[in-house]
């Protein structure tokens, strides 16, 4: 009984022991992958920055030499110094103007103060924003129209007979094809003694959501016509509307192939707005960009490299966004982050 007691001890030790080395093993597995995970990105943003600066040295051109990341970093700082500077004279701008209406009510109680916006030069973080507004409101008006669309696509197979040639027609198209046909349009329907929007704003909207449209409107109805059959069965069986239907069984499932489509469309929107501001001449960081192209001054090549970099900066967390967000509203809790 005594030896049987011991041999069981001995087992119970051996397994604690196995369970502990199985758990250490993991542990120090995770540790090494999560170093990985930073070491290895680093050591590729440093190599990065060492080859641009040798090669950088050795192409001239007509603005003198391309500018390495000490020039480009420089640059980045004049343009913070100038939007504060910016800043500081609209600040002042308001202040004198309050100041002066005061002063008129002051003497006439039946005076109107007018108020008057600062029509100074917008700066590079202006631009920015211009430029993610934009985006955001095409970005927006093509969900809301490629979302349903999708959604009736993958539900019924008459719906997408008929929408998908017009969808592998128009998926192709350049926007630099969709560019003179909305400015147009814009010009001839967009009429207004004070309008709300834009004019400029409208037409880089409007084309940033004719070439968004396509990945999610395909993606959402490939994701609804994926679903689960037994899915299907179920909402059968409990007699579920078809609203009901959508919004318990559909968008739950197809999530996913949703915000995968949502993805595609805001990188490709993104990049479609860059072009749009370049060639149409509309605010943005596009159109900074090309007035940069045109000063030709010694410093325009860095500060373009800052826009080149601070674009694609932007267009990296826009996806992380949505990778958040899907995250969020998904089921699928697995979702990478990478």
């Not at 930073?38 to 603005?63: E, N």
């Not at 003198?64 to 480009?72: C, I, L, R, T």
């Not at 916006?117 to 211009?130: E, H, L, M, R, S």
């Not at 927006?140 to 197979?157: D, F, H």
Request: aromatic share 8%; proline share 5%.
């Amino acid at each position: 009984m005594t030896q049987s007691a011991g041999t069981t001890a001995i087992g119970e030790h051996a397994r604690v022991k196995s369970i502990s080395r199985v758990l250490s093993d993991t542990l120090n597995r995770i540790k090494t992958q999560n170093a990985a995970n930073i070491i290895l990105p680093i050591l590729g943003l440093i190599l990065f920055l060492l080859l641009w600066s040798v090669l950088a040295s050795k192409v001239d051109t007509s603005l003198g030499k391309f500018p390495g990341p000490a020039q480009v970093w420089e640059q980045s700082v004049v343009l913070f110094e100038e939007h504060q500077a910016q800043q500081e004279k609209a600040q002042a701008f308001y202040e004198r103007q309050e100041t002066r209406n005061a002063e008129r009510v002051a003497k006439d109680p039946d005076y109107v103060p007018k108020i008057r916006n600062f029509t100074g030069a917008p700066t590079f973080f202006d631009q920015i924003w211009t430029s993610l507004y934009t985006v955001s409101i095409g970005f927006l008006i093509a969900s809301v129209i490629a979302v349903p669309i999708g959604i009736l696509c993958g539900l019924s197979r008459s719906a997408y007979a008929a929408i998908n040639p017009l969808v592998q027609l128009f998926k192709p198209v350049s926007p630099l094809a969709w560019l003179p046909l909305v400015t147009m349009v814009v010009s001839a329907v967009y009429v207004s003694d004070d309008p709300m929007f834009a004019k400029s704003f409208v037409i880089s909207a409007f084309t940033v959501s004719l070439c968004c449209l396509w990945p999610t409107l395909l993606n959402t109805a490939v994701g609804v016509s994926s679903i689960d059959n037994d899915l299907i069965n179920v909402s059968k069986v409990l007699r579920l509307s078809t609203l009901k239907h959508i919004t318990k069984i559909v968008l739950p499932s197809s999530i996913p192939m949703i915000f995968t489509g949502l993805r595609l469309s805001l990188g490709i929107g993104w990049m479609v707005l860059i072009a749009a501001e370049m060639l149409a001449q509309n605010p943005g960081l596009g159109k900074f960009v090309w007035d940069e192209f045109q000063n030709g001054s010694s410093e325009s090549l860095a500060r373009i490299m800052v826009a080149v970099l601070t674009i694609g900066i932007i267009g990296f967390f826009l996806d992380r966004l949505m990778l958040v967000i899907q995250k969020t509203v998904s089921w699928d809790k697995s979702v990478s982050l990478r």
